[in-house]
């Protein structure tokens, strides 16, 4: 598991070298949730990608929307739970909620 502190100076490193890069930080969670609050996922803009916000299954699906933040640069939270059918699209079937706010670095 990477560390917050090693997420955030990879983020740093990534940006510095004009590489697009955006953060995914778990926000809130509810009942059963695969990461807690504080969370994080550095992405860049070739997909490339560094912590976890869920041990890996709404993973996919945050980098997509990654990726998305990078080209328009508009910040995104993402809802993921247990009534939600995205939740079960990617995996997420483990009965909480968790929510990812996405937003681009450089």
């Known amino acids: ?12 490193t990534w940006a510095s070298e004009g590489r697009p890069v955006a953060l995914a930080t778990v926000v809130s969670t509810w009942g059963s949730s695969p990461r807690p609050a504080g969370s994080q996922l550095v992405i860049d803009g070739e997909g490339r990608m560094q912590g976890s ?13 990654a990726l998305e933040v990078m080209e328009d640069g508009k910040p995104r939270l993402l809802d993921f739970g247990v009534s ?14 968790i929510q990812v706010f996405v937003e681009r670095l450089s």
């Open 84 to 97: 939600d059918q995205q939740a079960w699209d990617v995996g997420l079937a483990c009965g909480g909620k």
């Open 1 to 12: 598991m990477t560390d917050h502190d090693d997420v955030l100076a990879l983020a740093a």
């Open 53 to 65: 916000v869920s041990g890996g299954c709404i993973e996919g699906a945050v980098v997509r929307e």
